[in-house]
């Protein structure tokens, strides 16, 4: 089977998100790194990007010559990987799909409820792929959640509980550090900042588990240092259109939290337990019965689970691949959609652009709870209402 060619812009040298989506793409050989721009400096994108493999003609120096550069070949990229800072998303994103390419976006999508929009109406008027990464769908054991839940192992899904808190912005001292300090400023950060960052993974991954989208939600959201302008911890209560009730908890002051991402879904007959520090394990608890730990790469597992299992029972399963899991089920999109074939089902499930849009209506949605002091409002964007 040829491979389909990848360009990846952003996730530069020293990136931390980069060399995930590098090992992701390449891991089963349906990706050929072919084209970059990978620096917002021209010649050190350039140097890299060589450094890298990427031919000289194709070693670019920002996007816009990318785009470009591509679009006048016969041999263009497949798929584009937009990893650039969040406020360059939105335009990236817009300029690829309407120039007929596949995208994979980081999340934030956008940075804007309307932004989101514009990219999902773009995306199915010109019938390409835009996909969001929320690479922690990728792991196994969470699509053996989301199929046990979907055959009603669980019965009725009562509460879900997640939670993606860690400790890595604990020190009040750091409101200086440039890494740091950005992340706490509306203007380069928008409206949120913990929550925007981590809580709208641990919201989609409850949403895409459970099969249920948020409705409804009321926030307290706080900075517990104090001079932070946005928030660094928010416990949210969420109600979900199948009937769920959520509680979620992101935290960047957790101390004694490194990753901090789990979730727990509780249904009539049953009730699950996973966390990405040990991505390995799934705690099942049936009602009436005793807790079953169910193995990553153990046998009878869901078609969704088998097919993203990677590596051997008994070894460590890791990020990269689950992103790699997420690029699989784009290169069988992208196949299909050539093809003119129906997608594998156990592949149809990566993250969309209606996904971002959801986050990003939760974010100001989230914002606009906390500052009411927790009032309960509408976390659906305008066009799904």
Known sequence: MAKLRWGMIGG??????????????????????????????????????????????RAYGNWQEMLAGEQARDDRVDLVTVATPNATHFEITKAFLQAGFHVLCEKPMTMTV?????????AADTGRICAVNYGYTGYSLVRHMRAMVARGDLGRI????????????????????????????????????????????????????????VERLSADTVSCIESRVLEDDAMLNLRFDGGAVGRLWTSSIALGNQHGLSLQVFGEKGGLRWAQEQPNQLYWMPLGGRVQVIERGEAHLSPEADRTSRVTIGHAEGMPLAFANIYADLAEAIRADKEGRAMDPAANLYPRAEDGLRSMAAVFAVAESGKAKGTWVDARPPMFR
Request: hydrophobic share 40%; glycine share 14%.
């Open 114 to 122: 309307d932004e989101g929009e514009e990219i999902v109406r773009l």
């Open 158 to 213: 009562r509460l879900v509980k997640a939670e993606f808190a860690h400790g890595h912005h604990a020190d009040a001292a750091d409101a200086d550090n440039p890494r740091v300090r950005w992340r706490y400023d509306p203007a380069q950060a928008g409206v949120s900042a913990q929550f925007a960052d981590c809580g709208i993974h641990a919201l989609h991954m409850a949403s895409f588990v459970i099969g249920q989208q």
């Open 12 to 57: 530069g040298e020293g990136s931390q998100i980069g060399p995930a989506h590098r090992l992701g793409a390449g891991l089963d050989g349906h990706f050929d790194f072919a084209a970059g721009a990978l620096d917002h400096r021209p010649d050190a994108g350039r140097a890299y990007g060589q450094r890298l493999g990427l031919t000289p003609d």
